[in-house]
């Protein structure tokens, strides 16, 4: 925002591989110009804040994730090296098959130019976890960034829980996946950006193990969010769109990132109407 006017914080919320609509937000924020004063992030709101809070631009962030999906055998082959289970502990029943190290994830998909320590971002940022044990939210700012981004999107059954500083951190979904309401304060401008999966009444097919797990957890999110709006808004709330995907369609991020486009005008017109208000 302008030094004389009110300042934006971005919060970017959870919703699997449809957060990746995240990334229009970013892109119309660039073409205005307008730099967030402070970023938030949750689960892949997280991933996504973080790279841009290092610096990334939104074209380049759509441009690397692009890059990275377009070759499915590589982006496959990714995955499978980022498992801490194999198929046999499963036959021996010592484990998860599927388990992701989140950190390992990072590390394999995030842009090189992203910084190891909070402190080195360009742009203040925090992720948003929850506490296993203690049923609390967490957010972190500051010490090493991958663990606690990792933290973010440790989603229970599919990435593996962190430790950070003693406590075991899930994904910050299971408690506030749009964590935007401690920035409420006067003199600032909060932007809400929920990619959560509104309900899709047309559909049939029953899904498979993974997608009921991973899609239980989008539905509990959305009436978290749901019930954080009614009870007290974000002056600016965006919903990304991209309505008939689910949270495991990464490979379909082209498709993702084409059905939220529109999003740019809302976010742009959304702005100049909270700006109008504060004047």
Known sequence: MHSSGPELALVLGAGGARGLSHILVLEALDELGIRPAQITGCSIGAIIGAAYAAGLSGRELREHIEAI????????????????????????????????DGERLLDLFWPDSVPDRFEELAIPFTAVATDYHQHGEVRLSSGPLTPAVAASLAIPGLVRPVTVEGRVLIDGGAINPLPYDRLLVPGRIVMAVDASAPANESETRV?????????????????????????????????TGAEGFGGLDFFKAKAILAAAEPVKDEVKRSLARALERRE
Do not use: H, W, Y
Request: aromatic share 2%.
């Open 207 to 239: 899904p498979s193990p993974l997608e009921a797990m991973v899609g239980g957890s989008q539905i509990l999110m959305r009436s978290v969010v749901q019930r954080m709006i009614e009870r007290q808004p974000p002056d600016i709330l965006i919903r």
């Open 69 to 100: 999906f377009r070759d499915r055998p590589r982006a496959v082959a990714r995955l499978l090296d980022a498992r801490i289970g194999k198929l046999a502990d499963l036959v021996r029943g010592l484990g998860n098959p599927v388990l992701i």
